[in-house]
Nanobody, 123 residues
C-alpha cells in the first residue's frame, strides 16, 4: 500500500495561487492512478482532478478546469496540484489519493488517501 502526505496548504487571497504537493512512499506511483479531492463545509469529498494509471489523459472537475493543473513526477514519487485564480469557494481540505492501476475516474474510500491539507481563500 502506498502512503501519501500532502503539503503546501495555507491562506491566500482570492485571485491568488497555491501549489500543493503529495509525497508518496512505500510504492512507486507509476503503478497508480493519482488524484486530488477536496472537502468543503459539506459532507462529501468532491473530485478535483486525476491521472489514470496508464495513458496521458488528465481529468478535471469542470469548475477547476483551466485554473488548476495536476502533474506527476514518477522519479520523485510526487504529485502536485497547481491552483491559480483561486476563489473563496475553493476553500476546502484537499486530499491526495492513489488507486493501484486505476482508470483515474473511479475511486473508493478504501483507496490510499493522505491526511489532507487546508486551503483557505479569502474574498
Amino acid at each position: 500500500q502506498v502512503q501519501l502526505v500532502e503539503s503546501g496548504g495555507g491562506f491566500v487571497q482570492a485571485g491568488g495561487s497555491v501549489r500543493l504537493s503529495c509525497a508518496a512512499s512505500g510504492r512507486s506511483i507509476s503503478d497508480y492512478a493519482m488524484g486530488w479531492f477536496r472537502q468543503g463545509p459539506g459532507p462529501e469529498r468532491q473530485f478535483v482532478g486525476s491521472f489514470p494509471w496508464s495513458g496521458s489523459g488528465t481529468y478535471y472537475e469542470p469548475s477547476v478546469k483551466g485554473r488548476f493543473t495536476i502533474s506527476r513526477d514518477n522519479a520523485k514519487n510526487t504529485v502536485t496540484l497547481q491552483m491559480n485564480s483561486l476563489k473563496p469557494e475553493d476553500t476546502a481540505v484537499y486530499y491526495c489519493v492513489a488507486r493501484f492501476r486505476g482508470d483515474g475516474l473511479n475511486w473508493l474510500t478504501n483507496d490510499s488517501w493522505g491526511q489532507g491539507t487546508q486551503v483557505t481563500v479569502s474574498s
